[in-house]
């Protein structure tokens, strides 16, 4: 219901959410309490809430003066958006307008400030970062690396048909493995 009305009355503070009797989210009651004022009508609006000695007044307070959820966007881009905006904007739209106009891309132009911030924080800690005896762990790493190399091309060799069918004879038990999945079994 969209109508603006003087007086918003909350007869409880829990509703059922689907799968349990729950007090309502801060969000919620802001929602819902700010529908009291007509606006261009009323100076203001007013909100009644009938509370009962069980409930916990911190609770309450925690509803009404706590943060409303933030709003995320659920705009997903797909095939079926893009066939809709050139169907109705005959050229006046482009994707890139509606693009560059959505609330999701509004959400992240104002996030790059802080992941710029957070980039250049984990710059700093890194550069800060000291290594005890860095060049014998590079001379390691340059080792490992070469051998898992001469490794693979030692494997591809063995496994060459050429080099291994003499051994597939009638009654002799082989380990099949598939390289790709990592699959091992006797056959």
Known sequence: ?????????????????GQEQRMMASGEYIQMSGR??????DEY????????????????????????SPLLSTFHLNYYTLLNVMR????????QHVIENSFLQFQNSERVPI????????????????????????DYLALKT???ELEGMVLQAVLRPENCLHFLR??????MQELDAGMQDWG
């Open 1 to 17: 219901l969209n109508m603006p009305a003087k007086t918003c009355v909350f007869t409880a503070l829990s509703k059922w959410d």
């Open 36 to 41: 009291a004022g007509r606006r261009g009508i």
């Open 45 to 68: 609006g007013c909100t009644i809430i009938m509370i009962d000695e069980s409930t916990e007044m911190d609770k309450i307070e925690d509803m009404m003066l706590g943060k409303p």
């Open 88 to 95: 109705r904007s005959e050229g006046i739209l482009s994707m």
């Open 115 to 138: 992941i710029n911030a957070q980039i250049d924080k984990l710059k700093k800690e890194s550069a800060a970062i000291v290594i005890p005896d860095e060049t014998a762990m590079q």
């Open 146 to 148: 070469k051998a898992a």
């Open 170 to 175: 009638a009654g002799r038990l082989v380990r």
